[in-house]
Structures are given as C-alpha cells and as structure tokens.
C-alpha cells in the first residue's frame, strides 16, 4: 500500500495554469502506476491522466489532450499534474491514485490507493 498526499491546488482565472504534486511513500513507488482523477459532486472517478509504472503506456482523457501533461520523480516519490488552458467546468478535488496492477489506467476501478485530493477552482 501506498499513502499519497496531493498539494498545490488553488484558484485560477479559465485559461490559467496550474502543477499540483502528488507525493508518496512507500518503498516499491517505481512499481506503481499513476493516475489522475477530478472528484466532483455527482462524478464518478474519472481518470483524466494516468501512466504505467514504467511510464511506457501514457493515458489522456480527449478533452484534456494537450493541455494536461503527467510526469513523474521516481527519486523524490512525486507525481504532477501540469493543467494548462484550465476551464471553469473544470473545477474539481483532484486525487492522485496509484496501484501496482496492469490497468485499464483509464478507469479509476483499476487503483487501490487514492490520495484525499487537492481543490481546483477556475474562475470565469
């Protein structure tokens, strides 16, 4: 198991930007694939951003495809979220997820381990 604590949230103007990191403890983090989920009320857990652990297989929700960008410190144990072009409708806690399994990293059945998450809010 991993404990994942997210920071960096806030608020923005739409358009604006935003990097949180997710941290990690755990001894086997390299081993762990990531993900990225925006809880909102009424939402499931809808991963927007995910990778393997060995970063070979990248996941992207259409409608954040060039905008979003994850990466990952294997060293420091944290992964970020780079959010560029942030839309109001985008508002949103946003929980980083890990798990050792092999995915779907799109579907936010596929983690075992979900941080409490970091608010977003755009302002319009």
């Known amino acids: 198991q991993v404990q994942l604590v997210e920071s960096g949230g806030g608020l923005v103007q739409a358009g604006g930007s935003l990097r949180p990191p997710c941290a990690a403890s755990?001894?086997?983090?390299?081993?762990?694939?990531m993900g990225w989920s925006p809880q909102a009320p009424g939402k499931g857990r809808e991963v927007v951003a995910a990778f393997s652990w060995s970063g070979g297989t990248t996941y992207y929700a259409d409608f954040v495809l060039g905008r979003f960008t994850n990466s990952r410190d294997n060293a420091k144990k944290t992964v970020y979220l780079q959010m560029n072009t942030l839309k109001p409708e985008e508002k949103a806690v946003y929980s980083c997820?890990?798990?050792?399994?092999?995915?779907?990293?799109?579907?936010?059945?596929?983690?075992?381990?979900w941080g409490q998450g970091t608010q977003v809010t755009v302002s319009s």
């Open positions: 997820a890990a798990d050792t399994g092999s995915g779907p990293y799109n579907s936010g059945n596929s983690y075992r381990d």
């Open positions: 755990g001894r086997t983090f390299s081993m762990y694939a």
